[in-house]
Each structure stands twice: as C-alpha cells, then as structure tokens.
C-alpha cells in the first residue's frame, strides 16, 4: 500500500506541473502561434532525452511510437494551446476534465478492466468540481477552442489507455523520448504550414520554453508513464484534475486573481473525486519486461 501512495504522490507531480502552463503560456508568450509553441515544447525535450537513451524503436515499435506520440503530444499539446489561446482556462480546463470519465470507458474496451458505477461517480464529480473551480458565468464559449479542448481530452484519453496497453521493452527514458521525439516530428511540418513566423525569442520566451519542454513535458511525461506502467488507468487519470486545481492556485499566489467560496468549494470536491478515484481500484503488479523496464 505504501508503494502504491509512493507511486501515485510520484505521477500526480506531472499534472501539477502542468496547471503552470496557462499561466506561463499566457504571460510570457503571448506573440507565439499554438502550434509551434506544442512543437517547441516536445521536440527539443524528446531530442535531449533521445541522446541520453541511446536506442531506436525496432520493429511495430515504430508505428506503436508514432501513434502514441500523436495522441500524447502532437494531437494534446497542439489543441491544448489552441483551447489556450482561444478560451478563458476555466472553459478549457472544465471541458478538459471529462478525460477521466473517458478513460473509464476506453479502459473497458481496450484493456478489460471492468466499468464501476463509482469511478462514474468520481469522474462526474470531478467535472463538477473543475466546473465551480474555475467556470466563470461570463466566460467566452469559442467554438473552436471547445472542439479543441474536448478533442484533446479524447486524444489523450487514448495515449493514457494504450501507453499502458503497449508496455515498452525498454527503459522510461527510451519510451519517453522515443514519444516526444514522434511527437514533435509529426508537428513541424503542421508549424511551418499553417503557423506564422515565431517571433524573436526575449530571454523571457525562452526560459518560459525551457520549462514547458524540459521540466513541464520531458520530466513530468517520464513520471507519467512511470505511473501508467505501474498503476491502472482509471487510477492515473483523474490526477490530471490537479491541474486545473494548481491553474488557479498559480493565478491566485502569482498573478493577485481573487479565489471565490465557489472555487474553494470546487477544488474541494475535486480532491474527493481523486480520493474516490483511488479508491475502487486496487493496484496490479506490471510483470515481466515491463516491470523491468520500469524501473
């Protein structure tokens, strides 16, 4: 049990990490195009972490890779910033927090793992809670930011399921570099196409890059798929609430914005979805290669 609260404590630090990203998107790149700032937060990271590995994929690898790394990187992080850009964060992230709920499903069909009217439960309460935490009533409903958000819930519903589906022959290291480094690639022919140029780089661009490639996608994705290979996925997913939570709490201590009843309320009840969340599935051990390659 210690193990199992050490591994989860270890996975939530990714999406607390990430709650930063629309505060740091915001206030220190707000001349650069969605696209090209996804691309530039993957691609650099996965290349570093590739010449740290020192391996390729081999064989259905390759294609297993390219897939993933479209769903967790090029396909997330691309409609990520463009419901970013587009919306006010409480819409994106409410419309965001249905992935959980997702993955209850897709983790049945693709996995097996049977359907429990309490991770339904947990699931909708947390949309709920993300909901009073950071929904405003005149909060702007962009429909292309929407499609964007709720395709990036889809997309990353699907990586979480199949990362945990495909088990890797190989060290995290390898894993998280070989799908950040797919994923990056596949976005920079969509940059150069539809992005316009990227502005000169301000000391303040790049060290805001630095920390959404190198600590916000290159560390925080290799504690993420460290919890994927050792947790069920309807146990990993409904961490990602802590991102929205970690969002706002930035926007309060950071940027001076007021922190309402309501949100207290909502972030509260977000808790109780992850503590439920935790609670209707017990941990299962990864055997063989991927337990090795977990470690």
């Known amino acids: 049990?210690?193990?199992?609260?050490?591994?989860?404590?270890?996975?939530?630090?990714?999406?607390?990490?990430?709650?930063?990203?629309?505060?740091?998107?915001?206030?220190?790149?707000?001349g650069y195009a969605p696209i090209t700032v996804a691309m530039l937060r993957a691609l650099p990271a996965g290349l570093l972490m590739l010449l740290l590995a020192r391996q390729l994929p081999t064989g259905i690898w390759w294609l297993r890779v390219f897939v993933l790394g479209a769903l967790n990187f090029s396909i997330f992080l691309s409609t990520?910033?463009?419901?970013?850009?587009?919306?006010p964060g409480g819409v994106a992230a409410t419309v965001g927090a249905v992935q959980p709920l997702l993955v209850v499903f897709l983790a049945y069909a693709l996995l097996g793992t049977p359907i429990r009217a309490l991770a339904i439960g947990a699931a909708l309460l947390g949309v709920a809670g993300v909901a009073l935490l950071v929904l405003t009533p005149g909060a702007a409903l962009?429909?292309?930011?929407?499609?964007a958000a709720l395709v990036g819930a889809v997309a990353m519903a699907f990586g979480t399921v199949l990362s945990r589906r495909w088990r890797p022959p190989v060290p995290l290291v390898a894993y998280t570099a070989w799908q950040l480094t797919a994923g990056g690639l596949l976005l920079v022919p969509v940059a150069l196409l539809f992005d316009p140029p990227m502005p000169v780089p301000t000391l303040a661009n790049l060290l805001a890059l630095a920390w959404l490639g190198l600590i916000g996608m290159a560390l925080t994705y290799l504690l993420w798929l460290r919890g994927i290979t050792r947790l069920e996925p309807s146990i990993v997913s409904p961490l990602l609430l802590l991102s929205p939570v970690t969002a706002v709490v930035v926007g309060w201590v950071a940027l001076g914005q007021a922190l309402?009843?309501?949100?207290?309320?909502?972030?509260?009840?977000?808790?109780a979805s992850i503590w439920l969340g935790q609670r209707y599935a017990a941990p299962r051990p990864v055997a063989g290669a991927a337990a090795d390659a977990a470690r």
């Open 1 to 30: 049990m210690k193990s199992n609260t050490r591994n989860v404590l270890l996975t939530a630090i990714a999406p607390v990490v990430w709650g930063t990203t629309y505060a740091i998107t915001t206030e220190f790149l707000p």
């Open 80 to 87: 990520l910033f463009i419901a970013t850009y587009r919306l």
């Open 142 to 147: 962009d429909p292309v930011g929407i499609v």
């Open 260 to 271: 309402t009843p309501w949100q207290v309320t909502g972030a509260l009840l977000v808790v």
